[in-house]
């Protein structure tokens, strides 16, 4: 439904395609890439503490992901605050490379409001030890951050259907990093075969498929704990 509201197009390996080179909704500049992030994190950080009634939740900025980073990371990356709360949390997006406006929802939900930022935020208040409040315990984090990705629709965010169809497509590349690592770590897969897969199972950049195969390759079993841990927590509520 939504790739015929946004494209007239339902096949998705169609789909995957028109997303990744959409030249009409792709950014200008990385200025503009970071304008659309903040002010749909401010719109987010806004209703937060109303969605889940914790009262102290700190600011998350959207910032450009540094260029020494950005060599070895896809799309986006979350660097938490400080527990004295001198330094906020940064979600950061990968301007590098072209970005798309379909891209910037799901940057934001997952890597910030209410992903990512919504669990590290928790944890710094939470009673538990010192070590829980720093230690990324993946299937939790990236859980989390796949899991927020679902609740957009509850708070009634008013997406475009162009932002909704990028929701979807994170999810579906979520999908295939779970079974791409299953190929590579289990079936013997080699980096062509996982690259070729990645596109086909995907809307992620050529450029994004192959540092996420080199990710995976070196972490055995993170490209499927945005869907492992997500389905976890669904599952727990």
Request: glycine share 10%; with cysteine.
């Amino acid at each position: 439904v939504l790739g015929h509201r946004v494209y007239g197009e339902s096949d998705v390996a169609r789909l995957f395609d028109l997303l990744r080179n959409d030249d009409a909704r792709r950014y200008p500049s990385p200025e503009a890439v970071l304008a659309d992030g903040r002010a749909m994190m401010a719109e987010l950080y806004a209703e937060a503490s109303r969605w889940f009634g914790i009262p102290e939740i700190t600011e998350c900025l959207v910032d450009e992901m540094p260029r020494a980073t950005a060599l070895r990371y896809p799309a986006g990356q979350y660097k938490s605050g400080t527990l004295d709360g001198s330094r906020p949390g940064r979600s950061l997006i990968n301007t590098s490379v072209p970005r798309y406006e379909w891209e910037i929802a799901a940057l934001v939900q997952g890597g910030g409001i209410p992903g990512t930022h919504m669990y590290w935020n928790y944890a710094m208040l939470a009673d538990v030890p010192t070590f829980r409040k720093v230690a990324p315990m993946h299937g939790f984090v990236k859980g989390w951050c796949g899991y927020a990705l679902d609740l957009g629709a509850e708070f009634d965010l008013d997406l475009s259907p162009a932002a909704e169809l990028g929701l979807w497509a994170k999810r579906a590349s979520n999908a295939s990093r779970l079974l791409t690592d299953v190929g590579l770590h289990v079936d013997g897969w080699s980096r062509d075969q996982a690259y070729a897969y990645r596109l086909s199972s995907s809307a992620v950049s050529e450029r994004d498929a192959r540092v996420d195969i080199e990710r995976i390759i070196g972490i055995p079993g993170e490209g499927g704990v945005w869907c492992v841990g997500g389905d976890a927590i669904r599952s727990a509520r």
